[in-house]
């Protein structure tokens, strides 16, 4: 089955450590992203990644970190510079630009870190 | 800036049909999306409309696409328990790359 996944379900972390959320798709797809959901909000984007060793800042970067080595795999880090980590993180993936397709964007399951 | 709003909360009786308003104000957006989220699971997509059309219909779905007003609509008819969830509105982000800008989401509880 193809298909997105998000590793673990529920992570707990003491505050001032990094902690790395894991996400791998099987689609083939080329571009991928990270999203945070926060009570009675939207997602709103962390990073994008269109294409393999290549990422891009979204709209609340600051205080994450990622990386694109492989084309299936888009790690998260939560650095301690992140001052309200507690969230709901959701990944991402989509057709790339060039495949003219309709861009929708498909998620994984999500992965709910709490820091204390 | 783009941003995209829709009510909170909707409750309806099963049976009956819900609709789900959202408004954008991305003029250029080429897609609109409707996602829906069960509690702690991830977004599943429902169906898009692009922004040449007016109406798409995918069985108990139909989305209404009003572009003069920037305000879309998801219908769905013989609401189900099942029904039940966090519904998003999303819009394609015109500026360049496949960014999505979301709603905060509408929850729907449907009651017998």
């Known amino acids: 089955d193809g298909g997105i996944t998000q590793s673990p379900k529920y992570l707990f972390r003491k505050e001032g450590q990094n902690v790395t959320l894991s996400c791998e798709q099987n689609?083939?797809?080329?571009?991928m992203y990270w999203y945070r959901q926060d009570p009675g909000q939207g997602l709103r984007l962390i990073y994008y990644?269109?294409?393999?060793?290549?990422?891009q800042k979204g709209d609340i970067a600051e205080g994450y970190s990622v990386s694109r080595e492989k084309k299936e795999s888009f790690p998260l880090t939560v650095t301690s510079a992140q001052k309200n980590p507690t969230a709901f993180y959701l990944c991402?993936?989509?057709?790339?630009?060039?495949?003219?397709?309709?861009?929708?964007?498909?998620f994984g399951p999500g992965t709910r870190l709490t820091v204390t | 800036g783009e941003d995209v709003e829709q009510s909170l909360f909707l409750s309806v009786r099963e049976g009956d049909s819900s609709v789900i308003n959202c408004t954008y104000t991305?003029?250029?957006?080429?897609?609109l999306y409707w996602y829906k989220q069960e509690p702690g699971a991830g977004l599943q997509l429902l169906t898009y409309i692009f922004s040449n059309m007016d109406m798409k219909q995918d069985q108990r779905l139909t989305v209404l696409l009003n572009k003069k007003d920037k305000h879309l609509s998801l219908r769905i008819a013989d609401t189900q328990t099942g029904d039940s969830a966090i519904y998003f509105c999303a819009e394609r982000y015109s500026g360049g790359y496949n960014k999505l800008i979301f709603g905060a989401g509408t929850r729907l509880a449907v009651h017998p």
């Open positions: 990644s269109q294409i393999v060793n290549d990422f």
């Open positions: 991402a993936s989509s057709m790339g630009p060039s495949s003219g397709r309709v861009y929708e964007q498909y």
């Open positions: 991305d003029s250029s957006s080429t897609y």
């Open positions: 689609l083939n797809h080329d571009a």
